[in-house]
């Protein structure tokens, strides 16, 4: 499959939450926090806006490419808590970075990013394009119950961002697939005021069945590495790199496990910022790169999971000329503030 990731880079807001900071108004506690999750602290927006995070990663990561806006055929952005159902967060990205090209949002929850890429795939495919932006942006904290310990405690907000190229052979393995289940993860969308409307709805608020979604992720990241593996003819101890969708590290931690691989494999970014939903793996990617911990011709096996129940999973080969195979930019500038 032609495609090549040619640059990385996210945003995170200014405000810091600790776990202590939650437990002060919530029954909660670092130490529950930080055994039953592996997250410390989480970024939340204050003054930022969600089209602000993502104009900064999406000009990051077109900087890392040495890709000029100018040069998009296409901006994806995936989210599922946008400033505007319209127009679509994709869009105000677009107008900001100076593109002129077709733009839209794409929905699949905490998969969304490996959905975007089978996308761009066909994109570069059907040649309409050779230079896409994905950018995942989240703003989690708007649609959570904060008076529930149970799920406010996982999420934070963020974005990150890809620039893909149509040259290549960077995608080794792709694989999709939804399972219906609309009540495992659920995020009622805007009631409106229809004088017509007799549904019956409860509050505009996000809720899970925790367990079932824990058990989910592990059984999928290990079903996905092995078929990614099993696609591309390669044994799964010979993939180089990890990177899941980071929920809960105690997730990361079983399906290492059941893989038979050791869990220093597997990238792990939640303890600063919880769950991003769908920006957690381009910003796990993006922070693999900037680490320098990412060389041409290693393989990278994705898989994000979340509401669908949708699952997207992918096997790349890092290929010479992408990002972080050159001069690497600072990491902390990656994750710099916003204000
Ligand atoms: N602080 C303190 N106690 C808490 C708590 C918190 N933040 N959240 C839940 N508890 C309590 C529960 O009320 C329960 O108390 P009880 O035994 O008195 O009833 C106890 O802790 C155990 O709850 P349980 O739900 O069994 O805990 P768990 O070990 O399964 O962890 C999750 C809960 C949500 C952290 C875990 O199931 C998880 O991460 N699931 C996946 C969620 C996910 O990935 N969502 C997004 C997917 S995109």
Known sequence: MGLRILGTGSALPARRVTNEELSGFLDTSDEWISQRTGIRARRVCTTETLDDLATQASRRALESAGVDASELGAVICTTTSPDHVMPAEASVVQGSIGASCPSFDLAAACAGFVFALDVADGIFARGRARRVLVVSAERCTRYLDWTDRATCVLFGDGAAAAVLGAEGEGLLSLRLSTQP?????????????????????????????????????????????RALAADAGMEVADIDHFVFHQANGRILDSAATRLGIDASRVVRTLAETGNLSSACIPHALDHLVRSGGLTAGQTVAIVGFGAGLSVGSCLIRWEEGAAGTGPALPHAAAKAPLT
């Open 181 to 225: 289940d609309t009540g495992a993860l659920d995020l009622p969308g805007i009631p409106g005021s229809s004088p017509f409307d007799k549904t019956v709805r409860g509050p505009q608020l996000f809720s899970m069945r925790g367990r079932e979604i824990f058990k989910f992720g592990v059984t999928s990241i290990e079903r996905e590495v």
